[in-house]
């Protein structure tokens, strides 16, 4: 079955960046969409990007757009989120998740997720 494994986590400083993993694996992921979500002590998931594992298309909400790039590397079938000049508000719990097809930014529309990845920005 698929799993999604994520990295990079950790403690970076305000103004600082951090790029995080996702690696997927147990099928093949041509007709996927790869996103990453965030989700905040109290507060709902929120979608931050998401891409197409074949074209590469992108996808962002406005609130992320110009800090956050995703990318993908389909020989490691892996996702990466880059995240630059960061903020102690984008402190969460960062997961990855996979779904068919088409771009989504609800997070009920992914079947599968990642166990997550814990990004503390301190000010």
């Known amino acids: 079955q698929v799993q999604l494994v994520e990295s990079g986590g950790g403690l970076v400083q305000a103004g600082g960046s951090l790029r995080l993993s996702c690696a997927a694996s147990g099928r093949t992921f041509s007709n996927y969409v790869m996103g990453w979500f965030r989700q905040a002590p109290g507060k709902e998931r929120e979608f931050v990007a998401a891409?197409?594992?074949?074209?590469?298309?992108?996808f962002y909400p406005d609130s992320v757009k110009g800090r956050c790039t995703i990318s993908r590397d389909k020989a490691k079938n892996t996702v990466y989120l880059q995240m630059n000049s960061m903020t102690p508000e984008d402190t969460s719990v960062y997961y990855c998740?996979?779904?068919?097809?088409?771009?989504?930014?609800?997070?009920?529309?992914?079947?599968?997720w990642g166990q997550g990845t814990q990004v503390t920005v301190s000010s």
């Open positions: 891409i197409k594992f074949s074209g590469g298309s992108t």
């Open positions: 998740a996979l779904r068919e097809f088409y771009f989504s930014n609800s997070p009920d529309d992914y079947p599968n």
